[in-house]
């Protein structure tokens, strides 16, 4: 879905030296995964989210979203983007906003309201309807991007830092969306500091730092979850715990077990009852995340 | 799905009636008060029936005004069109839906020009109505043009630079310098062929500048006179529609 090969972009000012923000990287994202991109201030991941919108060209190598040129596809079909920084006009209110920019996105005008009012809940923003933009408070304001990202229907979805400065009760929320935006044939790409909170996101978290991904892994298809899916779950203590509670677990050694649930719901219900049982859960993961193999070990030698 | 950029319409018609018609008719007020104060006037000039001097008076003084709010209009119905979201990074947002850059300005251009006439028109019956009959077809007519070519430069400039507002007054002010230099020249029995291209040429502040009479008093017009500042209303849209066509956002 989302391809970039071998991309480089170098910022050359008329004074100054060149800066290259992004050095010689390739990425796949395919249909159905969430992807991360992970790393600090200045590590190029908004560069590379631009390049994917077509925002902006790349000096070398190329980006292809659906085969085509990301521009082309954006005026065909368009992109749920949330930009790093998100800004609109400070005097705009929430709702009218949304429904400004449902509109942009070809939402239907009967179903304008109704889709304004189903991200509005959906991110906890009934509160702030009729606030200003620039009167929001910097949680609200990333959810009012989310928000603004989600309102249509798209294939592909792109996300500069979602997660900065959210409080827990947001995370929480904005993870449990995510969740329920997964779809077969969607590609999600999601940029972030917070690689932790990505790891429990994203199918893969590929690391980004001065412009250059630092290991990549190729794409390979993926089980929405929505339906069945195959969970990851490691546990410091209390392993003897998970095949009585989860049957059709299959221990793949060190604590870390691989479990098939039918639903959230299921694989909830079997969490809780293995807290009770007095189980320590160190991790879970969508059985296609590839977590780095540093923030795995020390787990992992915690559970050996 | 495809945006529904015609929908889009009323959003925008708010957008100029809400942000750019208080400073057109602040920016228009101060011109009107600034030649009343440079001139001498009092509320006695403005009473039409005090005779031809005071129909004159009155109508230099309208004359101006209404050159004042087309140059105003125009340049504030483009002022900051494209540079205003690329600086403030609106682009980006409104850019990732499905709508082409091009479709989405041109329409609000198109839309602050209808707004900028409307306005015009309204100003000019009231004026009509209660102070001294002038055309309201024909000030339409007339902020029609300054939207077209002194908005078509304004649309041009914000698409290439952020520093739009200051290019545009140079370019305008320059234009006007040099159209007096040159007429002052040609009427001291100086000039050229080739200062008379140049005048020609030059953006057409002058030419409008020069005709706001004419269009207050529903007067014929000379076409040759109307095809320049036409023309390069025209060239000028035409170019900010391709740039925007093939320039990235974000720079």
Known sequence: MIELSHVSKTYAPTFGRPSRAVDDVSLRVGAGEIVGLAGPEGAGKSTLLALVLGHERPTSGTVRVDGIEPRRFVEREGIGYLPQPFALPGGWRVTDALARLAVLAGVHATQTRARVDAVVKDLGLEDARRRRLRSLSRDARVRFGVAQAILADRRVIVLDEPLDGLSDDSLDRLRDLFITLRAFDRAILIASRDAAALHRIADRVT????????????????????????????????????????????????GVFAVRVSGLAVLNLGLRELLERGALIASLAPANARVEPNALSPMAEAAS | MRARVSAYAGAQLRDYLVGRVPLTA????????????????TWSAFDATGG??????????????????????????????????????????????????????????????????????????FYAAAVYPVSVIGVAGYVALGWLSIGGLAFLLSTLTVFHAPLLLAIIAGDLAFDRYVSGLRASGGGSLALDVAQYVLPPGHVVASLSGSFARGASIDPRALAWPVAFGAIC?????LLLRRRPFGT
């Open chain 1, 207 to 254: 690391p980004i730092d001065r412009g250059r991904v630092r290991r990549i892994g190729a794409a390979r298809p993926t089980t929405p979850v929505a339906i069945e899916a195959v969970f990851h779950l490691a546990v410091q203590h209390g392993a003897e715990h998970v095949l009585a509670v989860f049957p059709t677990a299959i221990a793949l050694g060190k």
């Open chain 2, 26 to 41: 602040v920016a228009t007020g101060l011109a009107a008060w600034g030649y009343v104060y440079t001139h001498g006037l």
């Open chain 2, 52 to 125: 031809i001097d005071a129909r004159v008076q009155l109508q230099q003084a309208f004359d101006f005004v209404l050159a004042s709010f087309a140059f105003l209009a125009a340049a504030f119905a483009a002022h900051g069109l494209v540079a205003k979201h690329r600086r403030r990074g609106y682009d980006r947002v409104i850019f990732s839906r499905p709508l082409s850059p091009m479709r989405y300005y041109a329409q609000g251009f198109f839309i602050a020009g209808l707004g900028a006439v409307a306005l015009g028109s309204m100003a000019a019956a």
């Open chain 2, 237 to 241: 849209i035409v170019a900010a529609l």
